[in-house]
């Protein structure tokens, strides 16, 4: 899945994120498929079941029909055309959704052995945050972080200064105490 390359800072970050947010007791539905991430969940102690893979962008039956308190979706919503959607029908009421940040001196990723492996969005942080807020969700916390490479040249240079991924905690407008 990361042809060698796992994401340990990510995941480092992430989960810090989640234990500083997010119960044990909270069970857990991540959007995609069973990953590292959920994995690592699990070993933390948290209850985590995840999406089949279903077309996030038109079938939202596994996130209508959970039980689960929290919803996951760590780098997710830039694959879909239309995350709005899926956004409105998450039944929880509680959210941790991490993306990509777009990089003004990078294109969008794509691969092209793999159609499910493509950006459809690359986010700015402004642009997520009112996704989120339009769909009914209101940012309680977020953080965003670097991505350094071991790679030379001016791209990797950059990476070193500018923020490339964003985590939030939401909830939805209507819990706001």
């Known amino acids: 899945m990361y042809e060698g390359k796992y994401p340990h800072k990510r995941y480092r970050i992430t989960l810090a994120f989640l234990r500083k947010h997010i119960s044990k007791d909270k069970k857990i539905l991540d959007l995609g498929v069973d990953n590292p991430f959920s994995k690592i969940m ?8 995840n999406t089949k893979g279903e077309d996030l962008d ?10 689960a308190d929290v919803v996951t979706a760590f780098e997710i919503f830039e694959h879909l055309v239309a995350p709005f959607n899926v956004l409105r029908e998450i039944k929880g009421d509680t959210l941790v959704a991490s993306i990509p940040m777009r990089l003004w001196f990078a294109t969008a990723y794509r691969s092209k052995t793999d159609k499910w492996d493509r950006h459809y969005h690359e986010f700015e942080d402004w642009q997520f945050d ?7 969700w209101h940012i309680v916390d977020s953080v965003k972080w ?3 490479t071991k790679k030379i040249g001016l791209r990797p240079l950059l990476r070193y200064f ?6 939030v905690y939401a ?4 819990q706001i105490a």
């Open 162 to 167: 500018t923020k490339r991924y964003y985590l």
């Open 42 to 49: 699990r070993a933390e102690g948290y209850q985590v079941d």
């Open 171 to 174: 909830v939805r407008k209507n």
């Open 130 to 136: 009112w996704l989120l807020e339009k769909a009914g």
């Open 146 to 148: 670097t991505n350094p």
């Open 58 to 67: 038109v079938a939202y039956a596994c996130v209508q029909n959970s039980e």
